[in-house]
């Protein structure tokens, strides 16, 4: 009898730690809008304020930021000190033009390491890729999370508006590099503006081995991302997933901060995954 009490609280203590190791991780991913004049009055100085209201509210543990230019990457690391950010200029990979950063929560989140690569022939050196209009970038990450001590991928990235090519060979080259990166098979978050629609072709080889949260979430909504300061044009940001136990939520963020009705012409999307 003694030895069956015994056992049972073993089986007890092991289900309390499993159940203990199991954490919620929040994941967004924000296409910013670069700082553009013409945008009147919804250019970046009248809106920055509003996106740190946001992300302090939201609280992400991690996220990725697509068209943010070096002063934006910068006036978002001195207003959210509680985050710590990586990623490069995509024109000559050390800090200009538009930054695919991605930002952790120092408390949740430890960096193990990162890089970047291009979308293009030449993926270690800055470059355009295929009939791409723009350099396109992914900077990736693997990350330990402080409260379960395990291990995960992030990669964030911007695929080009304009070249077919690009798009399609942009994604395929990230399907391949998402493959090579992680032969110990840690879960993996893939966020972006992939600037296609979710039903391109584009899609199907990455939807072979990872999953929108969009689609799988247990509460989800189909709210389009683009909004166009008001002229909605459908979902072209994503938060891709895999080897996660569950999603919980996935959501377009819609609310206004900082009493301003857009804080970007890309609603941000965000997601509660566990494991």
Same mark, same amino acid.
């Given at each position: 009898?003694?030895?069956? &009490?015994?056992?049972?609280?073993?089986?007890?203590?092991?289900?309390? $730690?499993?159940?203990?190791?199991?954490?919620? %991780?929040?994941?967004?991913?924000?296409?910013?809008?670069?700082?553009?004049?013409?945008?009147?009055?919804?250019?970046?100085?009248?809106?920055? @304020?509003?996106?740190? @209201?946001?992300?302090?509210? &939201?609280?992400?543990?991690?996220?990725?930021?697509?068209?943010?230019?070096?002063?934006?990457?910068?006036?978002?690391?001195?207003? %959210?000190?509680? +985050?710590?950010?990586?990623?490069?200029?995509? @024109?000559?990979?050390?800090?200009?033009?538009?930054?695919?950063?991605?930002?952790?929560?120092?408390?949740?989140? @430890?960096?193990?390491?990162?890089?970047? +690569?291009?979308?293009?022939? $030449?993926?270690?050196?800055?470059?355009?890729?295929?009939?791409?209009?723009?350099?396109?970038?992914?900077?990736?990450?693997?990350?330990?999370?402080?409260?379960?001590?395990?291990?995960?991928?992030?990669?964030?990235?911007? %695929?080009?508006?304009?070249?077919?090519?690009?798009?399609?060979?942009?994604?395929?080259?990230?399907?391949?590099?998402?493959?090579?990166?992680?032969?110990?098979?840690?879960?993996?978050?893939?966020?972006?503006?992939?600037?296609?629609?979710?039903?391109?072709?584009? &899609?199907?080889?990455?939807?072979?081995?990872?999953?929108?949260?969009?689609?799988?979430?247990?509460?989800?909504?189909?709210?389009?991302?683009?909004?166009?300061?008001?002229?909605?044009?459908?979902?072209?940001?994503?938060? +891709?997933?895999?080897?996660?136990?569950?999603?919980?939520?996935?959501?377009?963020?819609?609310?206004?901060?900082?009493?301003?009705?857009?804080?970007?012409?890309?609603?941000?999307?965000?997601?509660?995954?566990?494991?």
């Amino acid at each position: 009898m003694k030895k069956l &009490l015994i056992c049972a609280a073993a089986v007890a203590a092991l289900f309390a $730690t499993s159940c203990a190791e199991t954490v919620e %991780l929040k994941v967004m991913s924000y296409n910013i809008r670069l700082d553009h004049p013409n945008d009147g009055d919804n250019a970046w100085p009248n809106r920055k @304020e509003a996106t740190i @209201e946001m992300v302090k509210t &939201l609280k992400p543990d991690v996220f990725g930021v697509q068209e943010a230019l070096p002063h934006q990457v910068q006036y978002m690391s001195e207003n %959210l000190p509680e +985050y710590a950010c990586a990623g490069v200029g995509r @024109e000559d990979g050390v800090s200009k033009g538009e930054h695919m950063s991605i930002y952790w929560n120092k408390e949740t989140i @430890e960096m193990v390491e990162w890089g970047t +690569y291009w979308l293009s022939e $030449t993926p270690e050196e800055p470059s355009y890729g295929w009939d791409a209009a723009c350099k396109r970038t992914a900077t990736w990450a693997l990350m330990k999370d402080k409260r379960n001590g395990r291990k995960f991928f992030f990669v964030n990235t911007h %695929l080009d508006h304009r070249g077919a090519l690009a798009q399609k060979n942009g994604l395929q080259l990230l399907v391949e590099r998402i493959a090579a990166m992680n032969p110990d098979g840690y879960p993996m978050v893939l966020t972006g503006d992939f600037n296609i629609y979710p039903d391109s072709p584009c &899609l199907v080889d990455l939807d072979k081995v990872m999953t929108s949260t969009r689609k799988i979430a247990v509460k989800t909504d189909s709210l389009d991302t683009f909004n166009g300061w008001g002229n909605a044009k459908g979902v072209i940001d994503y938060i +891709y997933v895999a080897g996660f136990s569950a999603v919980p939520e996935y959501r377009t963020v819609t609310e206004q901060y900082s009493q301003k009705p857009f804080i970007s012409d890309h609603y941000p999307v965000i997601s509660v995954l566990n494991y």
